[in-house]
């Protein structure tokens, strides 16, 4: 089993930044993408950041390439999300999740991952 625990959501005005932190333990070797999804109320959930290991890909949904960053740091089994010039329609629940290395891996579906963490509140008042 994997554990994440997200930090770091909060009130932001437009313009601003968050970083959020996801924080995985328990057998973190099993993992091979740690990607970022969220949620709006009355939304689906949907695809933000992804960051696979073994290739080293980095993939980012449209709607925030060029305001945020996905990094990692290892050491720590850590995946930020640095969130810049966030906007109005950024409000959601921000999810961190976990997968496995799988063959023809499509990191930018939630149902590709295994484990999630409970999530963390990102709002962006206007």
């Known amino acids: 089993q994997v554990q994440l625990i997200e930090s770091g959501g909060g009130l932001v005005q437009t313009g601003g930044s968050l970083r959020l932190s996801c924080a995985a333990s328990?057998?973190?070797?099993?993992?091979?993408?740690m990607g970022w999804f969220r949620q709006a109320p009355g939304k689906e959930r949907e695809f933000v950041a992804a960051f696979t290991w073994v290739s080293f890909r980095i993939s980012y949904a449209d709607s925030v390439k060029g305001r945020f960053t996905i990094s990692r740091d290892m050491a720590k089994n850590t995946v930020y999300l640095q969130m810049n010039s966030l906007k109005p329609e950024d409000t959601a629940v921000y999810y961190c999740?976990?997968?496995?290395?799988?063959?023809?891996?499509?990191?930018?579906?939630?149902?590709?991952?295994?484990?999630w963490g409970q999530g963390t509140q990102v709002t962006v008042s206007s």
């Open positions: 999740a976990a997968a496995p290395q799988k063959l023809r891996f499509r990191d930018y579906d939630p149902t590709e991952y295994n484990y």
């Open positions: 328990g057998r973190t070797f099993s993992t091979n993408t």
